[in-house]
T-cell receptor, first 111, second 116 residues
Framework: GDSVTQMEGPVTLSEEAFLTINCTYTATGYPSLFWYVQYPGEGLQLLLKATKADDKGSNKGFEATYRKETTSFHLEKGSVQVSDSAVYFCALFNTGNQFYFGTGTSLTVIP | GAGVSQSPSNKVTEKGKDVELRCDPISGHTALYWYRQSLGQGLEFLIYFQGNSAPDKSGLPSDRFSAERTGGSVSTLTIQRTQQEDSAVYLC??????????????FGNGTRLTVT
């Protein structure tokens, strides 16, 4: 069945460091891929998405590229801020099916 | 406009009691989902409703769990005879409609359920 695997946390970075959170997926066909973010005390919210191979989703300085050849959708940011501290979830959606979420990666950015 | 609203935000109950969790989706959203988030686990799909169609209950872990959606809007997730393993954060999400990547999920803040 469809599934998402993302790197385990927690991840702790200093402000302005480079961030990568790895995400790989298993799916039939051509899923759409998403990153959701959950800030402390809040619900999950959509951060970015990509709907086909080689698409790049971007938002708030975060980027992720849909790589079909490596079945990956790694999240990157060039310079993290304290306000980026949150839990990040990779997810996929296959038409007619469900959203499948990874286990989440906790990021803490220290000043 | 208002987002997805869930109540209560926290619920502590004794083992064996029944609990009801409420979700008020975004107005106009036809699809409504329930997920469970346990410590160290990803989001576990429980059930979804799409318009007036029969709900997809394939994720409900046991017959102690049930959900209904009245009038195509508010939904209630009921857990009967709660067990300690039911302790988790229960998340509700809604979307314009089910079945399209162009209809992302909008989540509520969740209900943290603790069974003692």
């Amino acid at each position: 069945g469809d599934s998402v695997t993302q790197m385990e946390g927690p991840v702790t970075l200093s402000e302005e460091a480079f961030l990568t959170i790895n995400c790989t997926y298993t799916a039939t066909g051509y899923p759409s891929l998403f990153w959701y973010v959950q800030y402390p005390g809040e619900g999950l919210q959509l951060l970015l998405k990509a709907t086909k191979a080689d698409d790049k989703g971007s938002n708030k300085g975060f980027e992720a590229t849909y790589r079909k050849e490596t079945t990956s959708f790694h999240l990157e940011k060039g310079s993290v801020q304290v306000s980026d501290s949150a839990v990040y979830f990779c997810a996929l959606f296959n038409t007619g099916n469900q959203f499948y979420f990874g286990t989440g990666t906790s990021l803490t950015v220290i000043p | 406009g208002a987002g997805v609203s869930q109540s209560p935000s926290n619920k502590v109950t004794e083992k064996g009691k029944d609990v009801e969790l409420r979700c008020d989706p975004i107005s106009g959203h036809t699809a409504l989902y329930w997920y469970r988030q346990s410590l160290g686990q990803g989001l576990e799909f429980l059930i979804y409703f799409q318009g007036n169609s029969a709900p997809d209950k394939s994720g409900l872990p046991s017959d102690r769990f049930s959900a209904e959606r009245t009038g195509g809007s508010v939904s209630t997730l009921t857990i009967q005879r709660t067990q300690q393993e039911d302790s988790a954060v229960y998340l509700c999400a809604s979307s314009l409609f089910h079945g399209s990547y162009n209809s992302p999920l909008h989540f509520g803040n969740g209900t943290r359920l603790t069974v003692t």
